[in-house]
């Protein structure tokens, strides 16, 4: 594949990113400073395209497995936030199965996503806590969808994210999870620490692929 000009990092903007790996579809490249790999904006499926292959997805809320997935995410979410929390789902996709565990924990849930929720009021508040499960590898600009979710917390506020993590080239390679081509964005450990600070929020690492941020109580 012919690989093309170095292109700017879509989370801190750096100009310059090294090549990282490149199969048959899509080049991938690793920012020198936040070390984001990500897919160059040329090389993203358009809309239809990726809304066509989220529609394919069936988690449903009846599915014990999916449930014991998610939870992965809700439970430590729900340890640290007080009773009766007011929470958004960012990115909940066509059945919001994440949303409904919450609610049934006791807390209050507003959805978000551009394809099936996409409804600009509930940007317009703050909230205790903010989910993200299987989300944030999507983001075509990051840079901008990190800034908008960190802005949606409360003083205090958490947000909890779901998403496997990059370890290294040689792992990337047969990383089954570079083949979704609705994935472009891919994090790994000091990338999640770089966000946390540009963001002075406390970062806690829960599972291989569950952390948490914790916003600072007051904003100076």
């Known amino acids: 594949m012919k690989l093309s000009a170095t292109p700017t990092c879509p989370l801190c903007l750096a100009e310059h990113s090294d090549f990282f790996w490149a199969d048959r579809r899509r080049d991938y490249w690793q920012c020198d400073v936040c070390r984001l790999v990500f897919v160059a904006a040329h090389q993203h499926l358009q809309a239809a395209a990726e809304r066509a292959i989220y529609d394919l997805h069936e988690n449903h809320s009846d599915d014990p497995g999916y449930r014991r997935f998610l939870a992965r995410l809700a ?48 940007l317009e508040q703050t909230y205790d806590f903010v989910t993200c499960s299987e989300v944030v590898e999507h983001f075509r600009r990051p840079d901008l969808e990190f800034q908008r979710l960190f802005g949606l917390l409360k003083p205090g506020g958490i947000l909890g994210v779901m998403t496997k993590l990059v370890k290294d080239a040689q792992a990337f390679q047969t990383w089954h999870y570079k083949n979704d081509q609705t994935h472009i964005s891919f994090f790994s450990p000091a990338t999640l620490l770089w966000l946390a600070k540009q963001n002075q929020c406390q970062l806690e690492f829960i599972a291989a692929d569950v952390v948490i941020f914790k916003a600072a109580d007051s904003r100076a």
């Not at 919001?96 to 009021?121: I, K, N």
């Open 75 to 122: 439970e430590p979410v729900a340890a640290r936030v007080k009773p009766s929390a007011q929470g958004l789902d960012y990115g909940c996709g066509p059945g919001p199965v994440l949303a409904e565990m919450l609610r049934q924990m006791g807390h209050t849930l507003a959805e978000y996503d551009p394809f099936y929720a996409d409804d600009s009021a509930v």
